[in-house]
């Protein structure tokens, strides 16, 4: 079981509170987590990554153990304590501006 924490705007579209408990089918990486929770809230798709190139979107940013992945290959494989669910999958929205 992987636990993710979704930014609050996220949660909103998907109507959850708190984390969200994911079921992963093989090695558990950013695209399986993501191809998962898109699976089970479709109104998520395309919110966290271009539904055409897969490609993450430039203000998302993904952490595991309390570090950036978000520039690692969608097929990096998540460290043990994600896949464990001792540590959660944080989805983060950046914020830019000045």
């Known amino acids: ?5 979704l930014p609050a705007h996220l949660r909103t579209l998907a109507h959850v509170d708190g984390e969200v408990a994911l079921d992963i ?8 987590v993501l191809d998962a929770l898109e699976s089970r809230y479709p109104m998520l798709r395309g919110t966290m990554r271009d539904q055409a190139t897969q490609a993450r979107r430039p203000f998302m940013r993904f952490f595991a153990c309390e570090r950036d992945v978000s520039h690692q290959p969608p ?3 998540l460290p043990a304590a994600v896949t464990t669910g ?3 999958f944080l989805i983060v ?6």
Not at 1 to 5: A, G, K, Q
């Open 1 to 5: 079981m992987i636990r993710v924490v």
């Open 25 to 32: 089918n093989g090695e558990a990486t950013q695209r399986s």
């Open 75 to 77: 097929d990096a494989p």
């Open 86 to 88: 001792n540590e959660p």
């Open 93 to 98: 929205g950046a914020i830019a501006g000045g």
